[in-house]
Nanobody
Framework: QVQLVESGGGLVQAGGSLRLSCACSGSIFSFNSMGWYRQAPGKQRELVAEITRIGSTNYADSVKGRFTISRDDAKNTVDLQMNSLKPDDTAVYYC????????????????WGQGTQVTVSS
């Protein structure tokens, strides 16, 4: 079983910064990808940033140049550094990982965290 715990959300003024962190635990053999998604009221959940097994990254156009995703393989964490925040960044942010597990069988599955609220005031 895989568990994800997000932290770092909160209320900031436009132009400020936040750092989100996602801690992953469980019987994880390896990670295929780790990423952050967000969902604003009345909108579809969307990809914000992801990092793959080989270290390549992808960002939503709206956050390029402002957000940076990183991971710590030793600690099984993935972070999202968010700078120059805008009111449009207000959303619930979700950590998502795609992992390989081996109990009881070898599987590849995606797992979601519970989400953390980010609110950016104008």
């Amino acid at each position: 079983q895989v568990q994800l715990v997000e932290s770092g959300g909160g209320l900031v003024q436009a132009g400020g910064s936040l750092r989100l962190s996602c801690a992953c635990s469980g019987s994880i053999f390896s990670f295929n990808s780790m990423g952050w998604y967000r969902q604003a009221p009345g909108k579809q959940r969307e990809l914000v940033a992801e990092i793959t097994r080989i270290g390549s990254t992808n960002y939503a156009d709206s956050v390029k140049g402002r957000f940076t995703i990183s991971r710590d393989d030793a600690k099984n964490t993935v972070d999202l550094q968010m700078n120059s925040l805008k009111p449009d960044d207000t959303a619930v942010y979700y950590c998502k990982v795609v992992v390989v597990t081996t109990a009881p069988k070898i599987r590849i599955d995606g797992y979601w965290g519970q989400g953390t609220q980010v609110t950016v005031s104008s």
